[in-house]
């Protein structure tokens, strides 16, 4: 599987933005998904996932509310919008498969990554 994150970029605090991510490869219509993301001199950290229907998702307490994870499987993708922006959400953010019908926030239990879109909220 491989997968591709776009939409990152600058957005002033407060501000938009969606992340698409696309699955090719293979379908991954029967794993739950998810997003991680690491600021600077920091690890990576859990943000979303969802599981493979999307009827079921799961947050970081950092991003309720702001943060909403969606997939649309006919078109293998999972996308994260977030809204009301901060300057602590820079970040590079990745994009996961857990090889898994249910959602997870270990990192280790994704088997596949993308290779990270960068997210700068500042003014």
Known sequence: VQLQAFGGGLVQPGGSLRLPCSASGRTVTSYSMGWFRQAPGK?????????????????????????????????????LQMNSLKPEDTAVYYCAVRRSLVIGSSEDTYAYWGQGTLVTVSS
């Open 43 to 79: 690890g990576r950290e859990f943000v979303a996932a969802i599981n493979w229907s999307g009827s079921s998702t799961y947050y970081a307490d950092s991003v309720k509310g702001r943060f909403t994870i969606s997939r649309d499987n006919a078109k293998n993708t999972v996308y």
